[in-house]
C-alpha cells in the first residue's frame, strides 16, 4: 500500500507508507530521503523543506506564520507549494501525495 510518492534531491523516486502518528518529515527521513532535519522537527532549520503538489497542497492546513517565517529564511529556492514536512502530521487525506525535496539551501 503505498501512500507517499516523493522525488528526492537527486531525481530518484521513492514509494513510501503513510504512517499514523509521525510526521511527514519522519516517514520521509525515515524511507531514507534527503532530509537532515537538523532540529528535529522544531521548525527551525527548514532541512525538511519539500514542494507538495495539488490537490494535497490545498487539503493541508495554511502554514503558521512560524513555518512561513522558517521558509523565508533559508537559502533555497521558495515555490508556492513550499512547506516544511515536519509541520505536517500524517493523516488518511494525504493518501497518495506527491512531493519533492527542496535543494539542499
Ligand atoms: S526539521 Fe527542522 S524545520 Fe523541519
Redesign the pocket.
Known amino acids: 500500500m503505498t501512500q507517499i510518492h516523493a522525488t528526492d534531491r537527486d531525481g530518484s523516486k521513492h514509494e513510501l507508507a503513510g504512517r499514523a502518528g509521525s510526521s511527514l518529515?519522519e516517514i520521509l527521513r525515515d524511507g531514507g530521503l534527503a532530509?537532515e532535519?537538523?532540529?528535529?522537527?522544531?521548525?527551525?532549520?527548514?532541512?525538511?523543506h519539500v514542494f507538495i503538489e495539488e490537490p494535497w497542497l490545498t487539503a493541508l492546513q495554511p502554514p503558521t506564520d512560524f513555518e512561513a517565517a522558517?521558509l523565508e529564511d533559508q537559502g533555497s529556492e521558495m515555490q508556492a507549494n513550499s512547506r516544511?514536512?515536519?509541520?505536517i502530521p500524517w493523516m488518511a487525506e494525504l493518501d497518495g501525495i506527491v512531493l519533492t525535496v527542496a535543494a539542499e539551501a
Not at 37 to 48: E, V
Not at 84 to 87: D, G, P, R
Open positions: 518529515m532530509i532535519a537538523l532540529c528535529g522537527g522544531s521548525c527551525q532549520c527548514a532541512t525538511c522558517a516544511l514536512a515536519c509541520q
